[in-house]
């Protein structure tokens, strides 16, 4: 079963990427260069097609110059165990 698209991690990462990027005043191009990825592989982030790396979490957080943490802020608190 697949998740929904508005909770995949994948697409909660993807629009976070892109939120940051667009309000840097960033294209996808320019951002890739930055990190040394392809154009259609950050577009592939944003639109929540890519499973991504930790080093290249890491490679884009620098080149949008936030902490790698700043990229998981819209995924909220989890929930503990029992509750």
Aim: hydrophobic share 35%.
């Amino acid at each position: 079963m697949e998740t929904p698209p508005r909770r995949d991690p994948r697409h909660i990462f993807g629009n976070t990427v892109r939120d940051i990027r667009k309000r840097n005043g960033i294209s996808q191009e320019d951002l890739a260069d930055r990190c040394d990825l392809h154009r259609t592989y950050i577009g592939g982030i944003e639109r929540g097609e890519r499973n991504v790396s930790l080093i290249n979490i890491v490679r884009i957080a620098a080149a949008l110059e936030v902490h790698p943490a700043d990229l998981f802020a819209d995924f909220g608190q989890k929930p503990r165990r029992g509750e």
